[in-house]
């Protein structure tokens, strides 16, 4: 991304929230836009496709705190106008005041530099990788400020990041999983191999900028470079256009790729696979590809943190005498021990059956007993219950009835 798209483009507006928004309410915006434009719910509709990319484009930089702050910082600087064409370095404005020392700005973001010296090689890498002395370079040439050495037309772009979501079933998620991701992203047109030009034709030379993408024209001590309005800054005019691009060099490819999920990964969890995404310009390196992950709710087991959780029904003899229950995991079945006079809503762990983590420690398997109380009883069952209840101990709530006795006195 170019110095130009910052200064021109007001990415607030793009999510459709304020400056101020925090880091959560633009993640929010970029989700809710992102899932309305993806091609993939608006297929061959071509203005869907662009506001997806623009809406891209904005969060790839409000989302990053560093780059952020500095597409602020560089739209406040030229929106107040501290580069007006009659600036000088180090001299007097019209008014009297004190100018502009170009030098200031320059320190402010080197690496390693002074305040109020100049930017030495190897000065910052601000602005989406542009630097404060390359975006210099690109407006003025020929000044005597430090960084002003020109950069070259046509430099390598790097390739825009891709968000995508899968949704996996509970097991995949914790075990892991291989899976097919169709993505619909830029690409280089194959008819003409990304020249624009029809077949059995070549790009011209634009004699305009004489192929070098940009003009210069003096202001002042100043020399102005702005993009070539001929070629749009490319350097080449294509007089037979592409038929399949139309001459834009690029198309819309539908492509799929298999993605490793690894073990374990929960819910609204990113995964990073570095060079996935859209491709560099000019050979430049292809961005990244972050799946967001979505897990299916089971029928049977939760999850908390790295442990299965799992509710077992148990009769009341069964919790009462105790008993040797199989339980499922998600790969096998194992025997769960219940002591006798195991209370309802008791958990039990069963060590080793739950989400395995990357440093290779396993997580355990909660089991959480609940007595199970019948609707209705056999004339077997209502005596047998009869009889125990006439040779088993009372339940322990004396307190709680003696309580429940004072209360009622002070009723009367």
Request: proline share 7%; glycine share 14%.
């Amino acid at each position: 991304m170019s110095s130009k798209d910052w200064l021109e483009k007001d990415f607030y507006a793009v999510l459709g929230v304020t400056k101020s928004a925090s880091t959560d309410e633009i993640k929010k915006a970029y989700r809710k836009l992102a899932r309305e434009l993806h091609p993939d719910r608006n297929p061959n509709n071509a203005a869907a496709e662009e506001q997806f990319k623009e809406v891209s484009e904005a969060y790839d930089v409000l989302s990053d705190t560093g780059r952020r702050k500095e597409y602020d910082e560089m739209r406040s600087l030229f929106g107040a106008g501290a580069f007006r064409r009659n600036a000088r370095a180090g001299n007097h404005g019209p008014g009297g005041g004190p100018g502009f020392d170009f030098s200031d700005l320059f320190a402010n973001g080197a690496q390693g530099g002074a305040p109020g010296q100049g930017a030495g090689v190897g000065g910052d890498r601000r602005f989406g990788g542009a630097g404060f002395s390359d975006l210099f370079s690109s407006i003025f040439s020929g000044g005597g400020g430090a960084g002003a050495t020109g950069a070259p037309p046509g430099r390598r772009g790097r390739g825009r990041d891709v968000e995508t979501e899968v949704v996996l079933n509970f097991a995949d998620a914790v075990q892991g999983a291989t899976l097919p991701i169709t993505l619909r992203t830029p690409g280089t047109c194959e008819t003409c191999h990304g020249n624009g030009a029809a077949p059995g034709s070549t790009p011209r030379t634009c004699p305009n900028c004489r192929g070098q993408g940009v003009v210069s024209s003096n202001q002042g001590s100043f020399s102005f470079t702005e993009p070539c309005r001929e070629c749009q800054g490319v350097g080449t005019i294509v007089d037979e256009k592409c038929p399949e691009c139309v001459g834009s060099g690029g198309v819309t490819k539908t492509r799929t790729i298999n993605v490793r999920i690894p073990p374990g990964v929960a819910e609204g969890q990113r995964i990073r696979l570095t060079g996935r995404g859209e491709p560099g310009t000019r050979g430049g390196a292809a961005g990244d590809l972050f799946v967001l992950i979505r897990v299916r709710p089971d029928s049977v087991f939760g999850r908390t943190g790295d442990d299965l959780t799992l509710t077992v029904p148990v009769t009341f003899a069964e919790a009462a005498l105790g008993a040797d229950l199989r339980v499922p995991t998600l790969d096998a079945a194992v025997t769960l021990r219940v002591p006798p006079g195991t209370p309802s809503g008791r958990t039990l762990r069963v060590r080793g059956k739950g989400v395995a983590r990357r440093d290779g420690k396993v997580g355990d398997l909660l089991v959480t007993i609940d007595v199970h109380v019948p609707a209705e009883l056999s004339e077997a069952a209502r005596q047998a219950l009869s009889d125990y209840a006439a040779a088993a101990p009372p339940a322990p709530r004396e307190r709680l009835e003696a309580i429940a006795r004072e209360r009622s006195s002070y009723e009367r």
